[in-house]
C-alpha cells in the first residue's frame, strides 16, 4: 500500500480497470452480435405470426406496412374516406380522399371538414395511405369453420398417445437389453439397429403398403401408423441405450445378486434413473407425431374422421392458398410443439446435449 | 453348515449367480421386439422390394405379374430422368450438408461461449425451427418467397438492391430455397457439436491460452480436431436427411411431395403410375446409392475422425 505512489505501481491498476472495461464492451458486442443473429434466424417465424392476423386486404396493398395494419379511415358526407399522405410544397398533410381523379383529385382534412374540399394536382394512385394497427382473427375462424379441428386435434392427440406408450414401452426394454446383456455376435446388431436409420423409407415403402392395405386391410384405419411403432425406434433406443450405459454396472448387478429378474431390475434400479431422458425421448417423439402427415396421407385419405391435426390442415390448403390463411395455418400448427419445447426447455435441451455427447 | 453358506456367498460362485442373469438368450429377448420389427418392418420388405424389381407388378392388374428379369434394371438405364435425379440429389446434398456443417459448428461455437447471457435460452431459441412441423414450415416459405408480397422480396432482397425473387419454381431460387431452409433443420447437428465442445477439456484450452495461443486459435488447433467425430456425427444425420431419412422430424413428406427429388420420383411410379415392380427397381438403385455413400463415409472417416482411446 506504501508504494502506491511509485509510478510502475500506479499503471498497473489503471490497465487493469481499462482491460476490465474492454472485457465488457467486448461481452456486450458479442451478445448483440449473437442476439442480432438470432433474429435474422427467427425472422420468419415473425413473417408467420404478422401475416396470419391480417386481413386480405391488407395482402393487395403494396404500401402496407409488415405488421397488421389498416388505412385510416373517417367518415365525410356518410361515406368511409381512406386517408393518404398528400405531398403538398409545403409539406405533407394527411387527407381524406373524396373524388378520386387520374390528374387531380378532391381531398378532405380529417381536422377541419368543414373547411371543404381541398384539391391536389397528380394521380392518387401513387398516393401512400395512412396506416393503423388492426388485427383480426378471421383467417382463424374459416380455418376453424372449415374444419372439424376439435376432432383433428383429439386424433393427434390420441395417436401421439397411443404411439408414446408403445414405442418407450419397446423402446427401453431394447435399450436395456442392448445397453447391459452380451448378444450373440458381439455389437454387430446394435450396428445393424443404427444401420437401419440409413435405409431410405421407399425401399420398404412398397411391399409395407401393399401388406398393409390389400393384405391386411388396414387402410382407413390407424393400425399402420401406429403399430410399427410398438416395435421400436432405432434413434429412441440409440438415445436410452447411451444413457442407461452411464448408469454404474454395480447398481443393477447389486439388484440381481439380490434376486431380482432382468425387467424387474430395469424397473427398479434403471428407470428411476433414467426419467429425465425417458421424457426427452417422449417429447422428441410428441414432437415427430405432431408432424406426422405422410403415413396419415397414404392410408387416411378415405377416413376425414380419423385425420391428425397437421394433415387435415395441409389437405385443406392445398385446395385454395390465401398466403394470410397459410400462415394463420402454420401458426396453428406449430403453436403446440413450440410451445411443449419452450415450456420443458431446461429439461429437453439439457438432457438432448448429455445424451447426445457419448456416441 | 456355516461354511457352506460363507462358500456359496463367496464372491466367485456369486459371479457365477450374477453371469446367469446377463446371458445372450435373456439379451435376446429383451431386444426381441425391435428385432420382430426389424424382420418384418425392414428386412422383408427390402428383399421382397427387390423380389418385386424383377417383375411387371403393376397394381391395377396384379394377376398379370411374371418375372422378367433385368427388363426394369434396364428400363432405369434408358429412363432419362434416373441420371438426371441422381445428380440433383447429389447437388443438393452439396450444397446443404457443408454449409449445414459450418453453421452448426460456429453456432455451437457460439452458443458455448461463458461470456454469453441466457444460454440455455438462446440455444433453445436456436434449436426451435428444427421442431416446427414441415407443414408450417412449407406454409411459411410459400408466402415469405411469394414475388409481390412476400418479405424476402419486400425487405430483403429489394432493399439489397437485387432484382428479386420472381419465379419460386426455376431451378436456381428453388436450390437457394432449400439451401436456406436446411439451415433451418441444424438443430440436432447443433446440439451434438455444443455437447463435444463441453467435453473439450478445459486444461487443454488453459494450457494453450497461457502460452498465448488466441481463441481463435484455440478453436482451429484444439477444439475443432477433438470434435471431429461430433462432426461426423452431424455429417452423417444431414445426409440421411438428404436421402430422406428421418432423425427429428420428417421434414421431407411436405416438400414437392418427397424428402428428395428422387423420393418424390419414386412416389410418383408407385401412386400415380401403379408400375410398383419398375418403382422397386428405382427404390433399390437408390438404396444401392445410400448405401454406396455410407460405406464411402465410413472408410474415409479413419483418415480425418479422432477416435480417442476408449477405456471400454
Given at each position: 500500500?506504501?508504494?502506491?505512489?511509485?509510478?510502475?505501481?500506479?499503471?498497473?491498476?489503471?490497465?487493469?480497470?481499462?482491460?476490465?472495461?474492454?472485457?465488457?464492451?467486448?461481452?456486450?458486442?458479442?451478445?448483440?452480435?449473437?442476439?442480432?443473429?438470432?433474429?435474422?434466424?427467427?425472422?420468419?417465424?415473425?413473417?408467420?405470426?404478422?401475416?396470419?392476423?391480417?386481413?386480405?386486404?391488407?395482402?393487395?396493398?403494396?404500401?402496407?406496412?409488415?405488421?397488421?395494419?389498416?388505412?385510416?379511415?373517417?367518415?365525410?358526407?356518410?361515406?368511409?374516406?381512406?386517408?393518404?399522405?398528400?405531398?403538398?410544397?409545403?409539406?405533407?398533410?394527411?387527407?381524406?380522399?373524396?373524388?378520386?381523379?387520374?390528374?387531380?383529385?378532391?381531398?378532405?382534412?380529417?381536422?377541419?371538414?368543414?373547411?371543404?374540399?381541398?384539391?391536389?394536382?397528380?394521380?392518387?394512385?401513387?398516393?401512400?395511405?395512412?396506416?393503423?394497427?388492426?388485427?383480426?382473427?378471421?383467417?382463424?375462424?374459416?380455418?376453424?369453420?372449415?374444419?372439424?379441428?376439435?376432432?383433428?386435434?383429439?386424433?393427434?392427440?390420441?395417436?401421439?398417445?397411443?404411439?408414446?406408450?408403445?414405442?418407450?414401452?419397446?423402446?427401453?426394454?431394447?435399450?436395456?437389453?442392448?445397453?447391459?446383456?452380451?448378444?450373440?455376435?458381439?455389437?454387430?446388431?446394435?450396428?445393424?439397429?443404427?444401420?437401419?436409420?440409413?435405409?431410405?423409407?421407399?425401399?420398404?415403402?412398397?411391399?409395407?403398403?401393399?401388406?398393409?392395405?390389400?393384405?391386411?386391410?388396414?387402410?382407413?384405419?390407424?393400425?399402420?401408423?401406429?403399430?410399427?411403432?410398438?416395435?421400436?425406434?432405432?434413434?429412441?433406443?440409440?438415445?436410452?441405450?447411451?444413457?442407461?450405459?452411464?448408469?454404474?454396472?454395480?447398481?443393477?448387478?447389486?439388484?440381481?445378486?439380490?434376486?431380482?429378474?432382468?425387467?424387474?431390475?430395469?424397473?427398479?434400479?434403471?428407470?428411476?434413473?433414467?426419467?429425465?431422458?425417458?421424457?426427452?425421448?417422449?417429447?422428441?417423439?410428441?414432437?415427430?407425431?405432431?408432424?406426422?402427415?405422410?403415413?396419415?396421407?397414404?392410408?387416411?385419405s378415405t377416413r376425414r374422421d380419423l385425420i391428425p391435426?397437421?394433415?387435415?390442415?395441409?389437405?385443406?390448403?392445398?385446395?385454395?392458398?390465401?398466403?394470410?390463411?397459410?400462415?394463420?395455418?402454420?401458426?396453428?400448427?406449430?403453436?403446440?410443439?413450440?410451445?411443449?419445447?419452450?415450456?420443458?426447455?431446461?429439461?429437453?435441451?439439457?438432457?438432448?446435449?448429455?445424451?447426445?455427447?457419448?456416441? | 453348515?456355516?461354511?457352506?453358506?460363507?462358500?456359496?456367498?463367496?464372491?466367485?460362485?456369486?459371479?457365477?449367480?450374477?453371469?446367469?442373469?446377463?446371458?445372450?438368450?435373456?439379451?435376446?429377448?429383451?431386444?426381441?421386439?425391435?428385432?420382430?420389427?426389424?424382420?418384418?418392418?425392414?428386412?422383408?420388405?427390402?428383399?421382397?422390394?427387390?423380389?418385386?424389381?424383377?417383375?411387371?407388378?403393376?397394381?391395377?392388374?396384379?394377376?398379370?405379374?411374371?418375372?422378367?428379369?433385368?427388363?426394369?434394371?434396364?428400363?432405369?438405364?434408358?429412363?432419362?430422368?434416373?441420371?438426371?435425379?441422381?445428380?440433383?440429389?447429389?447437388?443438393?446434398?452439396?450444397?446443404?450438408?457443408?454449409?449445414?456443417?459450418?453453421?452448426?459448428?460456429?453456432?455451437?461455437?457460439?452458443?458455448?461461449?461463458?461470456?454469453?447471457?441466457?444460454?440455455?435460452?438462446?440455444?433453445?431459441?436456436?434449436?426451435?425451427?428444427?421442431?416446427?412441423?414441415?407443414?408450417?414450415?412449407?406454409?411459411?416459405?410459400?408466402?415469405?418467397?411469394?414475388?409481390?408480397?412476400?418479405?424476402?422480396?419486400?425487405?430483403?432482397?429489394?432493399?439489397?438492391?437485387?432484382?428479386?425473387?420472381?419465379?419460386?419454381?426455376?431451378?436456381?431460387?428453388?436450390?437457394?430455397?432449400?439451401?436456406?431452409?436446411?439451415?433451418w433443420a441444424i438443430g440436432p447437428g447443433m446440439l451434438?457439436?455444443?455437447?463435444?465442445?463441453?467435453?473439450?477439456?478445459?486444461?487443454?484450452?488453459?494450457?494453450?491460452?497461457?502460452?498465448?495461443?488466441?481463441?481463435?486459435?484455440?478453436?482451429?488447433?484444439?477444439?475443432?480436431?477433438?470434435?471431429?467425430?461430433?462432426?461426423?456425427?452431424?455429417?452423417?444425420?444431414?445426409?440421411?436427411?438428404?436421402?430422406?431419412?428421418?432423425?427429428?422430424?420428417?421434414?421431407?413428406?411436405?416438400?414437392?411431395?418427397?424428402?428428395?427429388?428422387?423420393?418424390?420420383?419414386?412416389?410418383?411410379?408407385?401412386?400415380?403410375?401403379?408400375?410398383?415392380?419398375?418403382?422397386?427397381?428405382?427404390?433399390?438403385?437408390?438404396?444401392a446409392l445410400v448405401m454406396v455413400v455410407i460405406v464411402?463415409?465410413?472408410?474415409?472417416?479413419?483418415?480425418?475422425?479422432?477416435?480417442?482411446?476408449?477405456?471400454?
Amino acid at each position: 500500500m506504501q508504494t502506491h505512489s511509485t509510478p510502475p505501481k500506479a499503471v498497473v491498476p489503471h490497465t487493469y480497470i481499462s482491460l476490465r472495461r474492454w472485457e465488457l464492451l467486448g461481452t456486450a458486442l458479442f451478445n448483440l452480435l449473437i442476439f442480432t443473429l438470432l433474429i435474422a434466424y427467427l425472422f420468419p417465424i415473425l413473417y408467420i405470426i404478422s401475416t396470419a392476423f391480417m386481413e386480405s386486404a391488407q395482402l393487395r396493398d403494396r404500401n402496407a406496412p409488415p405488421y397488421p395494419a389498416r388505412q385510416v379511415r373517417f367518415e365525410y358526407e356518410g361515406k368511409e374516406r381512406m386517408i393518404y399522405n398528400v405531398p403538398y410544397a409545403e409539406g405533407q398533410r394527411q387527407l381524406a380522399l373524396v373524388a378520386p381523379g387520374r390528374t387531380s383529385s378532391e381531398f378532405v382534412d380529417p381536422q377541419n371538414p368543414e373547411a371543404g374540399l381541398i384539391q391536389w394536382e397528380g394521380n392518387w394512385r401513387i398516393l401512400v395511405g395512412v396506416y393503423e394497427f388492426h388485427w383480426t382473427w378471421e383467417n382463424f375462424n374459416l380455418l376453424f369453420r372449415s374444419l372439424r379441428l376439435p376432432q383433428m386435434l383429439k386424433n393427434t392427440l390420441l395417436l401421439a398417445f397411443i404411439t408414446e406408450i408403445g414405442v418407450l414401452l419397446s423402446s427401453i426394454v431394447v435399450a436395456y437389453g442392448f445397453a447391459r446383456f452380451p448378444l450373440p455376435g458381439g455389437n454387430f446388431l446394435f450396428y445393424l439397429m443404427i444401420a437401419t436409420i440409413l435405409i431410405p423409407e421407399n425401399v420398404t415403402l412398397i411391399p409395407t403398403y401393399y401388406i398393409f392395405v390389400r393384405v391386411l386391410h388396414w387402410d382407413g384405419s390407424w393400425l399402420p401408423l401406429v403399430v410399427p411403432f410398438f416395435f421400436g425406434n432405432a434413434v429412441y433406443i440409440f438415445l436410452l441405450r447411451q444413457n442407461f450405459r452411464s448408469i454404474p454396472k454395480e447398481m443393477d448387478e447389486a439388484a440381481m445378486l439380490d434376486g431380482a429378474g432382468p425387467i424387474r431390475t430395469l424397473v427398479s434400479v434403471i428407470l428411476p434413473q433414467s426419467w429425465p431422458v425417458v421424457i426427452t425421448v417422449s417429447l422428441l417423439h410428441f414432437f415427430y407425431m405432431w408432424n406426422e402427415t405422410r403415413q396419415a396421407a397414404l392410408y387416411l385419405s378415405t377416413r376425414r374422421d380419423l385425420i391428425p391435426i397437421s394433415f387435415g390442415i395441409q389437405n385443406f390448403q392445398s385446395l385454395s392458398p390465401v398466403i394470410n390463411q397459410l400462415e394463420a395455418s402454420a401458426l396453428l400448427i406449430m403453436i403446440v410443439p413450440v410451445l411443449v419445447l419452450l415450456l420443458s426447455q431446461r429439461h429437453f435441451m439439457r438432457n438432448l446435449v448429455i445424451t447426445g455427447a457419448e456416441r | 453348515m456355516n461354511i457352506e453358506r460363507i462358500q456359496r456367498d463367496s464372491p466367485s460362485t456369486a459371479k457365477r449367480r450374477f453371469r446367469l442373469g446377463y446371458d445372450k438368450t435373456t439379451g435376446l429377448l429383451l431386444i426381441s421386439p425391435w428385432l420382430v420389427g426389424f424382420f418384418l418392418f425392414k428386412l422383408l420388405p427390402i428383399l421382397a422390394s427387390f423380389g418385386l424389381s424383377f417383375t411387371n407388378f403393376y397394381l391395377l392388374e396384379p394377376g398379370q405379374t411374371r418375372f422378367v428379369g433385368l427388363e426394369n434394371y434396364a428400363r432405369l438405364l434408358e429412363d432419362e430422368a434416373v441420371g438426371f435425379l441422381i445428380v440433383a440429389t447429389i447437388s443438393t446434398a452439396i450444397s446443404t450438408i457443408p454449409l449445414q456443417l459450418v453453421a452448426s459448428t460456429l453456432l455451437a461455437a457460439l452458443l458455448s461461449s461463458p461470456r454469453l447471457k441466457a444460454r440455455t435460452a438462446l440455444r433453445t431459441l436456436f434449436f426451435l425451427p428444427s421442431i416446427i412441423p414441415g407443414v408450417a414450415i412449407l406454409f411459411m416459405w410459400f408466402g415469405f418467397t411469394d414475388p409481390n408480397i412476400g418479405w424476402l422480396n419486400r425487405f430483403i432482397l429489394r432493399p439489397l438492391g437485387l432484382t428479386g425473387f420472381n419465379d419460386l419454381y426455376s431451378d436456381a431460387a428453388y436450390a437457394l430455397l432449400i439451401a436456406i431452409n436446411s439451415l433451418w433443420a441444424i438443430g440436432p447437428g447443433m446440439l451434438i457439436m455444443l455437447a463435444a465442445m463441453q467435453s473439450v477439456s478445459s486444461e487443454i484450452q488453459e494450457a494453450a491460452r497461457v502460452d498465448g495461443a488466441g481463441p481463435l486459435l484455440r478453436f482451429f488447433r484444439i477444439t475443432l480436431p477433438l470434435i471431429t467425430p461430433a462432426i461426423f456425427f452431424a455429417l452423417v444425420i444431414n445426409l440421411i436427411a438428404v436421402f430422406g431419412g428421418v432423425i427429428l422430424l420428417d421434414r421431407g413428406s411436405t416438400f414437392r411431395g418427397g424428402a428428395s427429388p428422387f423420393d418424390s420420383y419414386i412416389t410418383y411410379w408407385i401412386f400415380e403410375r401403379w408400375q410398383l415392380g419398375y418403382a422397386a427397381s428405382l427404390a433399390w438403385l437408390f438404396f444401392a446409392l445410400v448405401m454406396v455413400v455410407i460405406v464411402i463415409l465410413f472408410t474415409t472417416s479413419r483418415r480425418w475422425v479422432y477416435y480417442p482411446d476408449r477405456g471400454d
